[in-house]
């Protein structure tokens, strides 16, 4: 009797990965991963993606930030520019201050992607993290004929943790004030970034 229970449930098992190999694996949903503005008017909620494309999700139950927020935004595209929103992560969203040099703050940084793009200076960026929120700030040295761009960051005391992904994007829309009106032109700017291996000197400009 229990031999021949054994080579039934044998049997069994052996139908089960049968069946379970017949069937094909689901396929995931194309996805698009991009900083994007997000834009709130009453209950209206769109993304701008950097390139000016406006998307409109198909519900806004993923959809939390503040108007004029920078976003990761995690979405997969429908029809008519309406997408599905998987995720949305906000990020760190400033604009270009004074203060430099005296509020300048030199914690090195590892640099993974910077670029200028939707009016923006955007920054992907790896730090040491272990429990205390580290402080990032874009200064502008006043004393220099060029622009040039201090990006900040500070520990704030963190003790030694691991590694971490920050985003960032800084609005540079002050450096078209200094145009005259109704001028459009590249802005060109130098961006100094204290890494582990030195100052980085990246020439930029704003378009």
Same mark, same amino acid.
């Given at each position: 009797?229990?031999?021949?229970?054994?080579?039934?449930?044998?049997?069994?098992?052996?139908?089960?990965?049968?069946?379970?190999?017949?069937?094909?694996?689901?396929?995931?949903?194309?996805?698009? !991963? =991009? @900083?994007?503005?997000?834009?709130?008017?009453?209950?209206?909620? +769109?993304?701008?993606?950097?390139? *000016?494309?406006? &998307?409109?999700?198909?519900?806004?139950?993923?959809?939390?930030?503040?108007?004029?927020?920078?976003?990761?935004?995690?979405?997969?595209?429908?029809?008519?520019?309406?997408?599905?929103?998987?995720?949305?992560?906000?990020?760190?969203?400033?604009?270009?201050?004074?203060?430099?040099?005296?509020?300048?703050?030199?914690?090195?940084?590892?640099?993974?992607?910077?670029?200028?793009?939707?009016?923006?200076?955007?920054?992907?960026?790896? !730090? =040491? @993290?272990?429990?205390?929120?580290?402080?990032?700030?874009?200064? +502008?040295?006043?004393?220099?004929? *060029?622009?040039? &761009?201090?990006?900040?960051?500070?520990?704030?005391?963190?003790?030694?943790?691991?590694?971490?992904?920050?985003?960032?994007?800084?609005?540079?829309?002050?450096?078209?004030?200094?145009?005259?009106?109704?001028?459009?032109?590249?802005?060109?700017?130098r961006l100094f970034i204290n890494t582990h291996t030195g100052m980085r000197i990246f020439q930029l400009e704003l378009i």
């Amino acid at each position: 009797m229990q031999i021949s229970r054994k080579i039934a449930f044998t049997f069994m098992a052996f139908l089960l990965f049968v069946s379970g190999c017949d069937k094909e694996p689901k396929r995931m949903d194309d996805y698009f !991963v =991009e @900083f994007a503005t997000l834009l709130k008017e009453g209950s209206s909620i +769109r993304f701008q993606l950097d390139n *000016g494309q406006l &998307l409109t999700p198909e519900s806004n139950d993923n959809v939390k930030g503040k108007h004029r927020q920078r976003v990761l935004l995690n979405y997969t595209p429908i029809k008519d520019n309406r997408v599905k929103v998987n995720h949305v992560l906000p990020i760190y969203t400033g604009a270009i201050e004074e203060g430099y040099p005296e509020r300048y703050a030199n914690d090195p940084v590892k640099v993974l992607s910077v670029w200028v793009g939707g009016g923006y200076l955007n920054l992907i960026i790896e !730090v =040491e @993290f272990h429990d205390k929120p580290h402080t990032l700030a874009l200064l +502008r040295n006043l004393d220099t004929t *060029g622009i040039d &761009l201090y990006l900040s960051h500070s520990r704030n005391n963190d003790p030694p943790g691991y590694p971490q992904t920050m985003h960032a994007s800084f609005l540079l829309s002050a450096l078209r004030s200094e145009l005259p009106e109704n001028l459009e032109q590249p802005v060109p700017f130098r961006l100094f970034i204290n890494t582990h291996t030195g100052m980085r000197i990246f020439q930029l400009e704003l378009i």
